[in-house]
């Protein structure tokens, strides 16, 4: 006889555990234990029965998975909280007995922990690190647009600052940057790197009021993973461009508001050549110092110093570079060469004698992979040089920073971009200076102002830039002039032609960047117009023909039954008869314009009778339509029913929201044509 389970030791009860019951497992408090969840990547679950899981309960708490409390177990950040829990106890005795110097000892070693292992267990590769960034950058960002508090440490803000500054530093020298779009909640900048997209969000330059309800616990434990993050992830990307990580910071630049004119990229090779970065420099940095008298033994039995050998090793270095350059040289010249050959070979057409005449000649040119590659990167390279040949002057009221950052991501050089200096210091170029091409402000410019520098350099608004920018394109200048109605700042985020072929609004601007075909609010309105004259139209041949029926009924009865029915005028001898009326009314004149209204009802019956074919025809194909759908409708599941009744919602909500957005274009352009009147 099989052995009987017992109740809450196998299944769900075993599966999970209560919060309650992991804390005090882990033997933490409340606060640690969701630091130590944060920091390890630990979430809440949902078991499928609640009831088995709670051993029989039903009150409601949060569940985690028992593997995932058993591993936290061995973890070193929680032996770290207990020492620190210890250091605390201990730090507070002291105080309280007056033992000052045994209080600074304990200040001195007070228990610290790294989270470097905890970034290599949760990025395995760099590349994982990269899609969990975005994030952190927007949470770094935020902080570093907030004032110091007591609940904001003020080198907290400045750790973040120069993360951020180093992040946009390395985006500007890479031109990474790929769309920026001017939000109600903020900036949103996208960069491309390694192959991955990465979004984030960036604070307008606002005073910025935080509220007494957030729990900067918790916000202060995310931002400590993400600083360990993002600076792990710097130092890569700084080490695969050959740069020194982290770039030199010039501290009194930044306190003269320098911006990225406080940090100072190197190439890395010329830091080894200095003697930075080398063993001796981290073996002083991690703490050990390098030893004065070290010697190195030959087999000989001589003593050669340290210092020796590193000049033998320099001499060596230098003569095999030499050779070896030369050597390398001569190699990638034949490599060159035989690649060269290699691909005329491969790119040369042998002609075919079975082929055509006409058939030749569209082969005579074949696409190859090196010509899409370099197209490709043409186009990308002019891009990203999109502002290099112009000089720009940023006005004190616009935001220096962001605009500094979307021009020098696309190719503005900074020694072509000056600022007011009330925005700080570094400016290269002054107001005054005859080079300058473009001058961004955002308020009124006085006539005196804009006739001194005309025909010499533009004004443009702040917006200019950012259009530019995701245009990859110069923009003309005329309608973001000074005062000027902006156009409309359309998102880089959105597939315009998805949502076109999904039936979604897409405005007027949009459609014509894409090429598509008028706009969809623009093509009902000039149809809405035509129906409107064509009911006018209708209305004023009904009134006369009202008026000529009423008229004829009077005095020509004849007239009147054939206008009635102009169809059947012939047969029931309606058409001889006013006729006989016409010609014993007024002769030939009268005739004649009986004629013409009898032909103009006939063609309006003609008319008539033809439109409500159609629209019997339409009813009828629309009938038909109907019933297949419900047809096809019975014969669903239940599940795939629900499903399509689902997706025809959808489909009328996103009808209903653009027959709206059309709506409401059309009332403001008829509202903008009368203002012009």
């Known amino acids: ?95 309280g007995r007056r033992e000052w110097a045994a209080a600074k000892n304990l200040d001195e070693s007070k228990p610290t922990y790294r989270l470097d292992h905890i970034i290599k267990e ?64 903020g900036i949103y900048f996208q960069a491309e790197v390694n192959g991955e997209t990465i979004t984030w969000l960036v604070p307008y330059l606002f005073t910025q009021h935080i509220p007494s309800d957030i729990d900067f616990r918790i916000m202060y434990t995310f931002l400590e993973l993400y600083q360990t993050l993002l600076g792990f992830v710097l130092f890569k990307l700084y080490s695969d461009e050959n740069l020194v990580y982290p770039p030199k910071f010039d501290a009194a630049k930044d306190e003269q508001a320098a ?102 000649e569209s082969t005579e040119h074949l696409t190859t992979f090196d010509e899409i590659q370099a197209a490709s990167a043409a186009s990308e390279g002019a891009a990203n040089g999109l502002f290099t040949p112009y000089v720009f002057y940023i006005s004190r009221e616009c935001p220096r920073a962001v605009i500094e950052f979307v021009l020098r991501s696309f190719g503005a050089l900074p020694g072509r971009i000056g600022w007011d200096m009330v925005a700080g210091a570094g400016s290269a170029v002054d107001e005054d200076d005859a080079r300058i091409t473009h001058h961004i402000i955002d308020r009124p410019v ?24 995701n245009a990859r394109k110069l923009l003309p200048a005329g309608p973001y002039g000074p005062g000027q109605t902006l156009p409309p700042h359309l998102s880089p985020f959105v597939d315009d032609a998805e949502v076109a072929r999904r039936g979604g609004y897409v405005p007027e601007e949009a459609r014509e960047q894409l090429g598509l075909e008028a706009d969809a609010a623009a093509v009902a309105s000039e149809d809405d117009d035509e129906d409107s004259d064509a009911e006018l139209e209708a209305d004023e041949d009904v009134e006369d023909e009202e008026t000529t029926k009423s008229t004829a009924a009077s005095s020509r009865p004849a007239l009147a039954a054939l206008l009635a029915d102009p169809t059947d005028a012939a047969e029931a001898g309606l058409l001889d008869a006013a006729e006989l009326e016409a010609e014993a009314a007024g002769g030939e004149d009268a005739l004649e314009d009986m004629r013409r209204k009898h032909a103009a009802a006939l063609k309006q019956a003609k008319k008539t009778t033809k439109a409500s074919s159609r629209g019997a025809a339409a009813t009828t194909r629309k009938t038909e339509e109907q019933e297949a ?22 489909s009328g909500k996103r009808a209903e929201e653009t027959a709206k957005l059309q709506q409401k274009k059309k009332a403001l352009n008829k509202k903008a044509a009368k203002a012009n009147k």
């Open 446 to 469: 006085p006539a005196s102002g804009m006739k001194r520098y005309a025909g010499k350099r533009v004004f443009v608004q702040p917006q200019y830039i950012v259009d530019c920018a």
């Open 1 to 95: 006889m099989a052995k009987m389970k017992q109740k809450g030791k196998s299944g769900a009860a075993k599966n999970y555990v209560t919060r309650n019951q992991a804390i005090k497992k882990l033997q933490v408090t409340l606060a640690d234990f969701r630091r130590l969840c944060i920091l390890k990547g630990i979430f809440p679950c949902q078991p499928k029965s609640v009831r088995k899981a709670n051993k029989g309960s039903t009150a409601p708490t949060t569940f985690f998975f028992a593997k995932d409390i058993a591993y936290l177990q061995h973890e070193p950040v929680l032996q770290s909280l207990r020492d620190h829990k210890t250091f605390a106890k201990k730090l507070s005795r002291a105080i």
């Open 122 to 185: 949760r990025y395995p590769t760099f590349r994982d690190s990269l899609k969990d960034i975005d994030d952190a950058l927007s949470l770094l960002t935020l902080f570093a647009h907030l004032p110091a508090t007591d609940k904001v440490s003020a080198d907290v803000i400045a750790t973040c600052s120069r993360l951020c500054a180093e992040w946009q530093l390395y985006v500007m020298k890479t031109k990474a940057l790929k769309k920026v779009f001017l939000s109600i909640k």
């Open 629 to 650: 759908k419900e047809m096809s409708k019975m014969m669903m599941s239940n599940r795939q029913r629900k499903l399509y009744e689902k997706l025809n919602y959808s």
């Open 259 to 360: 911006g990225f004119g406080a940090l100072t990229l190197d190439a890395a090779s010329a830091a080894v050549l200095r003697g930075e970065n080398t063993i001796a420099t981290a073996a002083i940095t991690n703490g050990a110092a390098p030893s004065s008298s070290s010697t190195v033994i030959t087999a000989s039995g001589k003593k050669v110093s340290a210092k020796d050998v590193k000049k033998q090793i320099k001499a060596i270095s230098k003569s095999g570079n030499i050779a070896g350059d030369a050597d390398e040289e001569e190699d990638d010249d034949n490599v060159d060469e035989a690649i060269a050959e290699g691909a005329e070979e491969e790119d040369k057409f042998v002609e075919q004698p079975s082929k055509s005449a006409e058939e030749q």
